[in-house]
């Protein structure tokens, strides 16, 4: 398995980000076979206003703006990749880091469920995440490079 490193870029983006979520970047890109970047950590309020106004974001409510959240992409050859078959073999890492660790993750692709408790491949749980939307009568909003601490353990 290919051994990659997070980036000086990648580091600093982690500044202000809450440890648990640190450790679990950290211990990811050890274990992924797809190289990744944090391309955002923390975010201002301003940042945020600005993604919002601009249909980037969806919320004021962001668990960035507290250091919760971070948005992961996948690289290859040397660029940033949001194709999905790259974020779900970062998604895969992230969750093996989170259920070693014991630290509960939400990641944007399912965002009903905590990866700890993912039963399938996060390409199948995708799929159902988006069935569960449907049931409820709700759109599935798909995000796949954001991973984020949960409201109800990381207040």
């Known amino acids: 398995m290919p051994k990659f ?9 982690l500044e202000f980000v809450h440890d648990d979520l640190c450790l679990v970047v950290n211990r990811a890109i050890d274990l992924t076979d797809t190289d990744f970047m944090v391309f955002e950590g923390y975010r201002s309020v301003t940042r945020q206003k600005a993604l919002v106004k601009a249909g980037a974001s969806h919320t004021m409510n962001s668990r960035h703006l507290t250091g919760h959240a971070v948005d992961l992409v996948p690289v290859l050859t ?7 078959p790259l ?12 259920l070693e660790y014991n630290i509960p993750l939400v990641w944007g692709g399912a965002w009903d469920r905590v990866m700890n408790g993912f039963e399938k491949t996060c390409e199948d749980e995708v799929s159902d995440y988006v069935i569960r939307q449907k049931k409820r009568g709700e759109r599935a909003f798909l995000d796949a490079p954001h991973f984020q601490l949960p409201r109800e353990n990381y207040p």
Request: charged share 25%.
């Open 87 to 98: 974020c779900y073999r970062v998604a895969e890492a992230m969750k093996l880091a989170a």
């Open 78 to 84: 040397g660029m940033p990749r949001w194709d999905w």
């Open 5 to 13: 490193n997070l980036s000086k870029k990648s580091l600093q983006n």
